[in-house]
């Protein structure tokens, strides 16, 4: 289909949508940014902030209970607001290392990202993780050095430990002015003018004080003991940084950095102008059978998250759509691809900040919930008819088990479907060995399960007692014929066991069982991520280099 044949309302609707996820290590600051750019968005009137813990408020992007209490982030949300004649899908992600795999599903669902670096720290474990996920995909960043208002490290050594580190360009487009009790604001590079520095917590401010120009007199009476330094800073950064470059940045090689201080509102401003000014609007996307353009007419896109229990009162299940091309239209026919029938997509919400609202309009870019009532896994793709099949949705093999059994024996059939409504919407993975049906749980890190058990007290009323399994890791398998499965199952029945989808899982006791078995059986395919294709083990290989 020619471009120019698409629907001009269409094109243009697409034209203003950005979509984009919030990456850093744990308190870096990612959800306080998340907050101010709600804030500065017009989306909330007040900011929360994650530490305060016995406060009444909290961080809007924060609605599980356990995250309350510790005041981290454990789950993703979405959050959409309209800023400068666009609309923002804000997609915020787990930071605490434990949660990687469901920050992984989400980053698969945005067109940029915005990279949060504390100043103190600089660029740490889950950050070098997350920024190998987004190059496997050339995801666009952009980098906000946080927490100036603080002492910290050298800007300098920053920006080389970002360039050595995470291999990507530097492109400083603001220049900080002191620290800490003696930061004074920023440079603005790009348009050679200082914005001055003024601590304010909770509400937006509009009267940011802009000197112009680096050699105006104000300069010298303002700041008189820091002028010199930022003259020769600036001049030096002009002279040996890389120039802001549009097409290197959208082809993820090189980032634009700006410094600030999100808990006092400084800096956000810059970074939604830059969202809405260089970030890409929704892409063209593999749809398998071919590369699917966003302003197409025809509806289409995928799951890429579920969750469930987001109202406790209702016990609903919410499946996240990304719209990959076309128009929503309430109460829409779609096909469903997995398991080939049609669908009528009824009561679609869109999330608004901390609200969600029924949508009648929805397009490419934009991020739909679909009440689900089993039918909707990870991973699917719903189409106008045409078979697509969009990419790039893993489950990584844990290296955490449990075996999960009810203290109250009559709760044992509970038990069984909150797990297996959890294990389906991603927060745990869930396996049923099949030689004693019991339920064994897989993670990525130790609080999955804290979360995991937190949940099944609070939205399902079991207590249940987590045994340590003598496994250290699971593998999907493939076989080349039914033969070869019927004798391997035979042979290793007590190692089997079924994901919630019903695949077959081998769980090895250690390392060296695992490649003893592989030897043994080098015509089964032994998978580390739940997608077999070519491109996600190689993506799962990338992302343990």
């Given amino acids: 289909m020619n471009a120019a044949s698409f629907p001009p309302d269409l094109v243009r609707d697409v034209s203003r949508r950005r979509t984009f996820a919030i990456i850093s290590h744990p308190d870096a600051g990612k959800t306080t940014l998340t907050e101010k750019l709600l804030l500065f968005g017009g989306a909330i009137q007040m900011a929360g902030t994650v530490k305060a813990r016995k406060s009444a408020r909290h961080a809007t992007s924060d609605w599980m209970e356990i995250e309350k209490q510790r005041g981290i982030s454990v789950t993703s949300s979405v959050m959409q607001f309209e800023y400068a004649g666009h609309t923002i899908n804000l997609l915020d992600t787990p930071g605490h290392e434990d949660f990687s795999e469901d920050t992984y599903r989400v980053l698969t669902a945005v067109d940029a990202a915005v990279m949060v670096i504390d ?73 050679d003018r200082l914005v001055r520095f003024t601590p304010g917590e909770d509400r937006r401010s509009d009267d940011t004080e802009l000197i112009e120009g680096l050699s105006n007199p104000r300069l010298d009476q303002l700041f008189p003991e820091e002028m010199k330094t930022l003259r020769h800073d600036v001049e030096l950064i002009r002279g040996a940084s890389h120039p802001f470059d549009l097409a290197e940045f959208l082809a993820g090689r090189q980032t634009p950095v700006f410094f600030g201080s999100a808990i006092n509102n400084f800096g956000v401003r810059e970074i939604l102008h830059a969202l809405t000014q260089w970030a890409p609007p929704p892409q063209p996307r593999d749809g398998d059978a071919r590369i699917v353009h966003p302003a197409e007419p025809a509806f289409s896109g995928f799951v890429f998250k579920i969750q469930a229990n987001m109202d406790p009162k209702h016990r609903d299940r919410i499946a996240f759509f990304r719209v990959c091309s076309g128009r929503y239209r309430q109460a829409m026919k779609v096909q469903h691809l997995r398991i080939g029938r049609e669908v009528k997509l009824s009561n679609v919400i869109t999330f608004m900040a901390n609200e969600r609202v029924s949508s009648d309009d929805a397009v490419a870019g934009d991020i739909i919930g679909i009440h689900n009532h089993g039918q909707l896994q990870i991973g699917d793709t719903l189409t106008e008819g045409e078979t697509l099949s969009y990419k790039g ?13 009810p203290r109250d024996p009559f709760k044992a059939k509970q038990l069984q479907k909150g797990l297996r409504e959890l294990g389906e919407e991603g927060a745990i993975q869930v396996f049923e060995r099949g030689w004693n049906n019991t339920l064994l749980l897989g993670a990525v890190g130790q609080l999955q399960f804290e979360v995991v058990a937190d949940r099944l007290v609070r939205e399902y009323k079991v207590d249940a007692v987590y045994d340590p399994a003598n496994i250290a890791t699971a593998r999907w398998l493939t076989f080349p014929d039914a033969m070869t499965r019927r004798n391997f199952e035979a042979e290793n029945a007590a190692a089997m066991a079924a994901d919630v989808d019903d695949n077959p899982v081998f769980l090895a006791t250690n390392k060296y069982n695992l490649q003893v078995v592989m030897e043994r059986w080098s015509k089964v395919g032994f998978h580390s991520t739940r997608e077999h294709g070519a491109r996600l083990v190689h993506a799962q290989a990338a992302l343990q280099a």
């Fill in 393 to 405: 949705v893993p489950y990584f093999a844990p290296e955490l088990f449990r075996l999960a059994r």
């Fill in 119 to 191: 100043a103190s720290k600089g660029v740490e474990a889950q950050t070098i993780k997350l920024l190998k996920v987004c190059r496997l995909r050339a995801t666009p960043i952009i980098t906000f050095v946080n927490k100036l208002d603080r002492e910290v490290r050298e800007p300098v050594a920053l920006l080389e430990e970002i360039e050595s580190v995470l291999k990507i360009d530097c492109a400083p487009i603001s220049w900080p002015i002191g620290m800490g009790k003696s930061f004074r604001g920023v440079f603005d590079l790009l348009r």
